[in-house]
């Protein structure tokens, strides 16, 4: 087949991709299912959502400290492993505690058809609490058009919420505290378009160093080279953008910078 034309289809697939993910429901948006042993040991799939997680954790709290993979399904996550207290049972272990409350236990070796405690996690097409809970959620948020229309940026900011970024017994001591570098412009490739003003200062809140150097960005400004494109397949900016944090076709709340002069 033609050259141009596989191009012009891969363009056409790519770009449906991107409006599939932002057209989801704002309480859908950052949801993971995990299925990898579920199904085969006679569950239901688990229903992973971001929203209540991180409005209480950082994430790397979660993707370092506690090691989850950020790609669904990466993560070999057993009922074993879980009671163990690694990965969802190093919260869900029926001792740790949010707020004063205990948070419900993860896998055990309980019948799982006699206990309706393993369908709040192993939930696919079983129940529509979650969603309940998001609703009221929602009510007191700062919100925005896009993502889970929530400004998470603003929530956290004026103290809505606080992130928890350090779990007692899970979390290693960091030898210093390192300072955020100043904020600085992604000069625009393309004339016309705004520069991307880019923070570590407000992106250092959720993700302290770690999430990003060096596996995803190196630590030099500029040695990375990457376009809209690579954002849009997941790399770069687009391994958060676009699932968890707000989504790419919120062009504005990057491009904020001057216009590049032709
Ligand atoms: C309570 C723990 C927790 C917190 C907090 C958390 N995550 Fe995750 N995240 C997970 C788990 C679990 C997965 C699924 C991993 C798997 O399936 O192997 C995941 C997956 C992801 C994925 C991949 C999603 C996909 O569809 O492939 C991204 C991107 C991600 N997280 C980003 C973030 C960002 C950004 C934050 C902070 C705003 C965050 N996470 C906070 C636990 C967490
Ligand atoms: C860092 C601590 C932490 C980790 C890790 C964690 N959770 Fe949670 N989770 C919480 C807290 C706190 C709540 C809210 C309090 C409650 O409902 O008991 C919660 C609530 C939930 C809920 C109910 C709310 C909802 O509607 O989604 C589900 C389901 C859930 N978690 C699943 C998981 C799964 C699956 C994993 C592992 C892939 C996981 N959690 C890992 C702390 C954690
Ligand atoms: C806090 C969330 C959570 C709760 C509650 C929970 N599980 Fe799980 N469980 C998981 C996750 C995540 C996986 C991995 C799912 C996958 O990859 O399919 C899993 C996987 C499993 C597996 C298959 C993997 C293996 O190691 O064989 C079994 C069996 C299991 N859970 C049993 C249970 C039982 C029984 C209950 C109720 C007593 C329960 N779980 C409650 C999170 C949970
Ligand atoms: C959300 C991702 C992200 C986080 C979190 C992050 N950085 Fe960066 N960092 C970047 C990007 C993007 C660049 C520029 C890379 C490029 O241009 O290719 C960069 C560049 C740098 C540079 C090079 C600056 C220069 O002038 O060459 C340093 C140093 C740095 N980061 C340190 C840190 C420190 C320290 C932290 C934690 C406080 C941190 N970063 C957290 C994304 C991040
Ligand atoms: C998560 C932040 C983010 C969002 C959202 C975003 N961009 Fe970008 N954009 C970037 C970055 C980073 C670059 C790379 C800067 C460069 O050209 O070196 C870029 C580059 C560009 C370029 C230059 C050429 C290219 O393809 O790289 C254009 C044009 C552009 N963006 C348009 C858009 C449009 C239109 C939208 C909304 C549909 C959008 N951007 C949304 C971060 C973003
Ligand atoms: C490791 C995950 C991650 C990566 C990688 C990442 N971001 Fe973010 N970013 C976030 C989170 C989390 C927020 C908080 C807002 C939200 O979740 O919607 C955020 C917020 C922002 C904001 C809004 C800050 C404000 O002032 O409100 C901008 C702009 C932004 N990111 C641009 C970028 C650009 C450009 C890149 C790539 C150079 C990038 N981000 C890479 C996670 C990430």
New binding site residues.
Partial sequence: MNKILLLLIFLLVSVDEARAVSIAAPYEYGKVIIANYSERAGLAPVVFNHWVHRARYTCRLCHVDIGFAMAKGATAITAAANKKGLYCGACHNGKRTYNGKMIFASCSGANPRKNAACERCHALKKSNVQERDFKSFLEKMPRTASGNGIDWEAAESSGRIKPIDVLEGVSIQRPRIIKAQKDFA?????TG?AA?VFSHKKHAVWNGCEVCHPDIFPIKKGAAK????E?EKGE???VC?NKVA??????K???TGVKTKK
């Fill in positions: 992604i000069e625009s490739k393309s378009t991307v990457y376009t809209m494109h954002l770069y900016c687009g953008h707000f989504p790419i076709h919120d062009c709340r990057c491009h």
